[in-house]
């Protein structure tokens, strides 16, 4: 049965949402538009026995105690807000959990009583959530969303193991059959959207689009190509970033502890869970620019009062640009000498200049200079801060950069998404964008064995930055030998970097490259070939259509199959 609607989901670090189109609704005739993404609101608990639909479902994972009568776990504001003052019971961050640390328990550190969740759960509970907000929106319908065009977004430098991830937790929440879709794509696709055809007007052939992704949690860029195909203006993905732990929660953090300081200096002096209050009294001030601040008292000292504070506008300010210095485009991100133990956590960035991440990543690319600059994420709701960072990368570009207006910063990345769903039926423009890193499986040389050392290993480049969903290529120049019949380990690499490699690419300084889960498997012999022998194969890699990068191994009158996920939309 073919889908009713096209549904994009932003699964974010700090914040979720939803969006959808209706595929059966036909444009109105030649030339008109196609029909637009909408938002679907998420019911969700707000306080204890209320419950109330926002856009916005907030990535907060709640386990309360049994006394509490909440159930297992709540998701969404009310989990936000009762976390803060229970942070041994709250799962945040999930999505960078995934990407860094797949297999931790969360809450970290939590006391022994509290039941702990993976990220994959952690990410699951949050779908699944989403779900239910949407069939029942539909109840009338009697459709399931498992059953729809369904585009779940993540970040541009998720890797191929953080992607897979994604993938199982969407399954467990009885999503099994989707599309994975980059974030800044998605906002990109969003923009096309509400533009119509004036998109055609903004950006020429050989403009390239630079979006700055900023969201709670995570810092995303990715440059986007202006082509012409056919007549016709194209998009395609040219180079992404990495997946940088920094975003509008730092700035949140950075207000707390200034208000904090002041607070101290007055003889009040916040716990813990005040101090979470805190922050989030921030974020509301940096996204509304109220200064007056509200903090529930606690202590006999306080008598149950509320703590009264205040931010200058200019402190405000001065917080939230001490974030986008200006740097210039040669600046590194600073590295700070680590303690020899620290907690088990995320490697968030030690560079809180979010400047300094954007210029290393452009000189990375330096064939791609921006000539157009798309914002998204909550930071940028400060028009003050878009024309801060624009004007720094007009001054290391030498030239103004068209700006391109966001369609919501808060749910772009959403209604891209179900926009997404358009555009692979042929009803909208599709950017492509084949896949975001270079792999390459390790190939041991054979070498005389020396006491210490191992054989050295050379990188074959199997699928070169942006193979395309659907191809194939042939490696037979290249021949090695697989053992087969016994228990042996396949080494596979990633790169972002190395844009020029082409397939059969050998690559003999493996620090160049990074190093992915092995794939430790059995190849099966036969008759002409004992267990352990090595026989003589070439290699033929295929990314098929729903981004699993495959890789055969190809020997006399019979062939090996390895794959392994490195989905893209």
Known sequence: MDPRYSVGIDLGTTNSAMAEVDLAVEPAGPGEPLPAPMPVEVPQLIAPGETAPRELLPSFIYLPPAHEKLGDFVVGAFARDRG????SRLVSSSKSWLAFRGEQLLPAGAEKDVPRITPREAAARILGQLRDAWEAAHAHEGVKLAD???TLTVPASFDAVA??????AAADAGLGKLTLLEEPQAALYAWVESAGEQWRAQVRPADVILVVDVGGGTSDFSLIQVGEDDGRLSLTRVAVGDHILLGGDNVDLALAHLVGEKLKAQGVKLDAWQFSALTHACRKAKETGETALAIPGRGSGLVGGTVRAEIATDELRRAVDAFFPEVELSAVPLAQRRAGLTTLGLPYAQDPAVTRHLAAFLRRAPQYRPTAILFNGGVFKDARLQERLGGLVDRWMGQKLKRLQPASLDLSVALGAAYSGLARRGLGIRIRGGTARAYYVGVESAAPAVPGFAPPVRAVCLAPFGMEEGSAVDLPGLE????????ASFRFFASSARRDDLAGTVVDD??????LPAIETT???????????????????HVTEVGTLEMQLVGEGRAWKLEFSVRQA
């Open 84 to 87: 803060a003052q229970v942070p």
């Open 163 to 168: 992607r897979e991830l994604t993938v199982a």
């Open 480 to 487: 090695v030998g697989a053992v087969v019949g016994e228990t």
């Open 148 to 150: 729809q065009a369904v």
């Open 510 to 515: 493996l620090d160049e490259l990074e190093e």
């Open 523 to 541: 190849l099966p012999a036969n008759d002409d070939a004992a267990a352990g022998e090595v026989i003589p194969v070439h290699l033929r890699s």
